[in-house]
């Protein structure tokens, strides 16, 4: 609630100085006498009356003062409902067996009406309505809809006041609320699975929440669409008896295949169940959701036998899968835990790797959709898919087709695993005719990227493989086009700058097995006429590693094997390819021959997809991996001076024994780059770096490697001082508009790949004949939530014009989130900021604008984040002093993940304005004329009598300096503003 001081209580208008130049009109009203509907112990609802004209209300803010009858402490309401001419309220928070003095209020262009003062007794004991749903919070309806009902009882009704029911779903409808439950009717759901929530709302008290979710619509496999076998398990509605869930042999409720090779299949099967869909084989387009197969107990073996294969040879095939472990919580499904294999009747393939092709096991009910797209040899006529789980009772199967497609890995029924294999070449110029050309050839082909460096990638295609140099545009598996002109280098040919790539298709690669090279073969490899070919292959020898003199901090990676003339060369690897730590000790190279350089073509080259330590022999047990990845807190630094500065960070992971732990420091610009090993305080690591150069950016980050992976934490950045002490200027303002006092920095490290900025104007408002600026927002593209959103306050934006339009931001380019399961869509910057216009309004409503928050006295009337922002509102209300704000969010560690956001474990509002009195630009102003302060905030779900007020504020820790907000979340605030003081703040400063 927001708290004032009073000395008298006003019965007559009581007028405020306008902040808006425009002119205003006069509305004459008055109140009628107000009423009280219902008194508890703690709250009261207050009713009342007024002559204005219809609609006139509904441009005003409107309320009513409160305080005891001998207090001197004067509360407003939070908030109010005006209906036609009449305002009602809720007061809460009172105490038991109190008389209030009340009277409401009208504020209309900046002049406020006060009506007359009446008195309200609270009762003794507390007899509040209490709504409360009894049934589930979370229903689960077919996709077919119907009828549908919900319970809940209701406590100390009052009279005349009924329980009203809404939703923003437009496929739910036709609430009818009879005693102890609410009827509706659900629409029939023709796409993929969704989901609604269902507000019960009574008066004024906190609204209770359903939420319903529906499944998708079936999947057609009917034979006109021609699959070659399908089967969705959903001949029947499956029904459980007395002793559980029928196994596969107790019925046929779940044979429903058909397609043109389904006429004589047969089935295999140990440990398997069906079941109805009670998590939803849904999630994915097209899923059917009424019965699943069940993998229970162990061995958990499902088959399809003798699917006939007619012409056709290029097939895909799609299944849908659930992982869902009751015991331990994960719901990731785990590819390697369910295992996919394919028989001719003869023999078997090795494991068949396949990939997610879509839905999300992130979020319930944890269903994806599975494909596989593979090439059979000519001899098969009949095909056997078998499917195996590797852990008990936690993997479900559905929608299982088998269809024509356009071919993929080549299967062989030999046991070993198959390979991916190459787009069939079109008509026209192929691999093997560009290096058949020669160089100084323009050309064009198409490929499919199977490896990379760090200065190029190599293509292959069913004839061959080419090298493409000083291009790294393309990620592996992708399918390109290729057009340049041909050279020749180390008796290769290859594409080099200049080169332009089009990537045409996505796609997946796996590397064939390698061919292991002894020194006659190497030897043998670098005295062979040009071209080269490129042969994927492993050898074994000692790593030396020598610095380029042209390039520091770049390397040579030269590796001798034992009887060989020539060296290999490691050339380019990926970063953290190669470990440092294996210099002059033997490692194992697996990657593809690149041709040859030195004189006397004294080194062959070979472009990496594996290096590791030891001789490439009996592979040793993995090292486990924590259950978790680390967590990692903010990079930080301190103690920053010409040449050194301490770097910390905080991290948090299971022991891992040969785990490597390092900072990594570098130049923005690549001009140096090196490992730091840290010191360990509990989970805290920090290290002083030396030797650094005056007036110098850096950035660093906190790498924690173990079980074949690196894991980084964010990255901090300081500045050197300048020679002889004393900040660099300019270095750190690093923004878009530098008249803007609000902005913070842009990350330019990260800006465009992890965070994306929109500058948003207002269409319709002016100031000094250009429209006035609306807020920044910077956008996470990970987290898929805003990072900060800054905006100056001022009363000239405010108005009455609301949108209510949620959409993603236009200017913000990668995957942007707007709605939560939980979550309630917090507005950064407050609609109520920014709503004189309808068309400025719209802006806020764009995600970019929007992050999830809880309710429960957090985000709602009298919760902690909500009493945060009444706060600050009274720094720039009725004020023709412009506030300058950026509001953020903080992730402590890694969190909570909910529809792919990342959720803030706080929020945090930063403040800028002029000291009262001071008539000049903040930019202009000296340290001792400005002030500054920070409301830091833990998002949670609070008790009421833990929301802290603002008189208490400071004294619970919820005020920090700009400082430690800098430090904390690595941003860099208000650089447009150089004295703007940072170190502290003063609270009497600021309005209480």
């Avoid at 934490?713 to 006092?741: C, H, L, R």
């Avoid at 506030?883 to 969190?895: D, I, R």
Wanted: charged content about 20%; glycine content about 10%.
């Amino acid at each position: 609630m927001k708290r004032f001081i009073l000395l008298t209580l006003a019965v007559l208008a009581v007028t405020f100085a306008s902040c808006s130049d425009d002119e205003t009109t006069s509305y004459n009203g008055w109140f009628d006498s107000a009423r009280v509907e219902h008194v508890s112990a703690t709250s009261a609802k207050v009713v009342c009356s007024t002559s204005y004209e219809e609609g006139v209300l509904a441009t005003a803010e409107a309320g009513f003062y409160f305080t005891a009858e001998n207090g001197d402490e004067l509360l407003k309401t939070d908030d109010c409902r005006i209906e036609g001419r009449t305002i009602s309220a809720y007061l809460k928070g009172l105490t038991p067996n109190t008389t209030y003095r009340v009277f409401p209020f009208v504020v209309l262009n900046g002049t406020q009406m006060n009506g007359v003062d009446f008195m309200l007794t609270t009762s003794a004991e507390g007899v509040d309505p209490v709504l409360t749903i009894t049934s589930d919070k979370k229903i689960t309806v077919p996709f077919e809809g119907g009828e549908f009902e919900l319970a809940y009882t209701l406590e100390n009704p009052v009279e005349g006041v009924s329980i009203e029911v809404e939703t923003e779903a437009d496929w739910i409808s036709g609430f009818k609320v009879e005693d102890g439950k609410v009827l509706f009717s659900v629409a029939e759901n023709k796409s993929v699975l969704r989901s609604a929530q269902i507000a019960l709302k009574y008066d004024w008290f906190e609204p209770q929440m359903v939420e319903v979710g529906q499944q998708g619509a079936p999947i057609d496999v009917d034979p006109s669409e021609n699959p070659v076998y399908g089967n969705n398990f959903d001949k029947a509605p499956v029904a459980k008896g007395s002793t559980g869930w029928p196994y596969l042999d107790e019925t046929d409720a779940w044979k429903n295949h058909t397609g043109s090779g389904a006429g004589n299949v047969s089935y295999e099967f140990s440990g398997m169940s069906v079941r109805r869909s009670e998590t939803m084989s849904a999630g994915y387009a097209g899923a059917s959701g009424m019965n699943k197969l069940f993998f229970g107990k162990m061995p958990a073996e499902f088959s399809v036998k003798d699917i006939s294969i007619a012409a056709s040879r290029r097939l895909r095939l799609t299944f849908g899968v659930n992982y869902n472990n009751m015991v331990s919580g994960a719901h990731e499904f785990p590819e390697d835990k369910f295992i996919l294999t394919m028989g001719n009747g003869s023999g078997w393939s090795g494991a068949v790797a396949y990939r997610k092709l879509g839905g999300d096991d992130g979020v319930d009910p944890y269903w994806v959709r599975c494909v596989v797209d593979f090439t059979l040899p000519d001899n098969v006529s009949s095909l056997t898919l078998k499917f195996e789980a590797k852990e008990a009772l936690v993997f479900s199967m559905d929608d299982l087709v088998l269809e024509e497609g356009e071919g993929g890995m080549l299967i062989s029924f030999d046991g070993e695993a198959p390979q991916p294999q190459p787009d069939p070449q079109p008509e026209g110029m192929t691999i093997a005719s560009v290096i058949a050309g020669g160089a100084n050839q323009t050309v064009e082909v198409s490929g499919q990227v199977v490896a990379k460096h760090e200065r190029g990638f190599l293509i292959q295609d069913a004839t061959g493989i080419l090298y493409i140099y000083e291009v790294t545009d393309a990620k592996i598996g992708d399918y390109v086009k290729v057009s340049g002109v041909t050279s020749e280098y180390g008796k290769m040919i290859q594409l080099g700058k200049g080169t332009s790539i089009e990537k045409t298709k996505d796609g997946e690669f796996t590397q064939p097995v390698p061919t292991a090279w002894n020194a006659a073969k190497i030897d043998s490899y670098c005295q062979g006429e040009s071209p080269l070919s490129i042969d994927y292959i492993k050898y074994t020898g000692v790593l030396t590693m020598q610095e380029n003199s042209k390039h520091p901090g770049s390397y040579y990676y030269n590796v001798k094997v034992d009887g060989a003339t020539a060296t290999g060369s490691i050339v380019n690897p990926l970063e953290g390819m190669v470990d440092p730590a294996w210099n002059n000790k033997t490692i194992t190279v697996t990657g593809y021959t690149v041709g040859v350089s030195g004189r006397d073509n004294q080194f062959f080259n070979v472009m990496a997809t594996k290096v590791e330590e030891g001789n490439g022999g009996e592979t040793p047990e993995p090292q486990p991996e924590p259950s978790v990845e680390p967590k990692f807190g903010t990079p930080r630094f301190e103690n920053v001076t010409e040449t050194s500065a301490d770097i910390l960070c905080s991290a948090e992971f299971a022991s891992i024994a040969d785990a490597k732990v390092y900072f990594m420091l570098r130049q923005p610009d690549g001009s140096l780059k090196r490992e730091v090993k840290p010191q360990v305080e509990g989970n805290l690591y920090k290290a002083q770096v030396g030797g650094l150069i005056p007036a110098t950016v850096y950035e660093f980050e906190l790498c924690i490697e173990f079980g074949g992976k690196t894991f980084k934490s964010g990255i901090g950045k300081f500045t050197t001082k300048k020679q002889g002490g004393g900040e660099v200027p300019g270095v750190d303002s690093n923004t878009k508009y530098k008249g803007w006092a609000e902005l913070p920095n842009e990350d330019l490290a990260k800006k465009n790949n992890e965070y994306f900025y929109a500058y948003h104007l207002c269409p319709d408002i002016y100031a000094g004949g250009n429209k006035a600026r609306n807020f920044t927002a910077c956008y996470s593209k990970s987290k898929i939530c805003p990072v900060w959103v800054a905006a100056p306050l001022h009363v000239s934006y405010a108005g009455s014009g609301r949108h209510d339009a949620y959409k993603p931001d236009p200017d913000i380019h990668c995957e942007q989130n707007g709605k939560w399961s939980g979550y309630t869509r917090g507005h950064m910057l407050g609609s109520a900021e920014r709503n004189r216009t309808v068309a400025t309004n719209h802006q806020v409503f764009y995600f970019s604008n929007i992050a999830p928050q809880l309710q429960t006295y957090f985000n709602t009337g009298g919760g902690q984040w909500n009493t945060a922002e009444d706060w600050v509102d009274l720094q720039w209300r009725n004020s023709n002093d412009t506030c300058y704000q950026v509001v953020g969010c903080y992730w402590e560690n890694h969190g909570k993940v909910v529809k792919g956001t990342e959720i803030p474990s706080h929020y945090y509002t930063v403040l800028l304005k002029a000291k009262k009195g001071v008539k000049k630009w903040v930019g202009d102003c000296t340290a001792d004329e400005l002030q500054t302060i920070c409301i830091w905030v833990r998002h949670k779900t609070y008790s009421k009598s833990e929301v802290v007020r603002p008189n208490n504020f400071e004294s619970k820790g919820m005020f920090k300096t700009v400082e430690e907000v800098e430090r904390l979340t690595g941003h860099k605030f208000f650089t447009n503003v150089p004295n703007a003081p940072k170190k502290s703040f003063n609270t009497r400063d600021w309005n209480f």
